[in-house]
Nanobody, 120 residues
Framework: QVQLVESGGGLVQPGGSLRLSCAASGNIFSINAMGWYRQAPGKERELVARITGGGNTNYADSVKGRFTISRENVKNTVYLEMNSLKPEDTAVYYC??????????????WGQGTQVTVSS
């Protein structure tokens, strides 16, 4: 069994910064891609940033130059550093990992979501 636990969301003023973390625990052999998605009210969930097992990254155009995704493999953790936040970044942010379980195959897991609100 695998669990992803997110932290770091909250209320921030426009132009401010937040750092999200997502740690995986359980029967983990290795983790391939890690990513962050977000869903604003009335909108579909969208990819924000993704990092492969080899460290290659890609970002949504709307966050390029402002957000940075990174991973710490020894801790099974992915981070999202968010700078120059805008009101349109307000959403519930979800982490996602493709995890190889010990002797049980490969599966995609989601975190529980953390609210990010950008408002003055």
């Amino acid at each position: 069994q695998v669990q992803l636990v997110e932290s770091g969301g909250g209320l921030v003023q426009p132009g401010g910064s937040l750092r999200l973390s997502c740690a995986a625990s359980g029967n983990i052999f290795s983790i391939n891609a890690m990513g962050w998605y977000r869903q604003a009210p009335g909108k579909e969930r969208e990819l924000v940033a993704r990092i492969t097992g080899g460290g290659n990254t890609n970002y949504a155009d709307s966050v390029k130059g402002r957000f940075t995704i990174s991973r710490e493999n020894v801790k099974n953790t992915v981070y999202l550093e968010m700078n120059s936040l805008k009101p349109e970044d307000t959403a519930v942010y979800y982490c996602n990992m493709v995890i190889v379980l010990t002797n049980e195959g490969t599966y995609k897991y989601w975190g529980q979501g953390t609210q990010v609100t950008v408002s003055s």
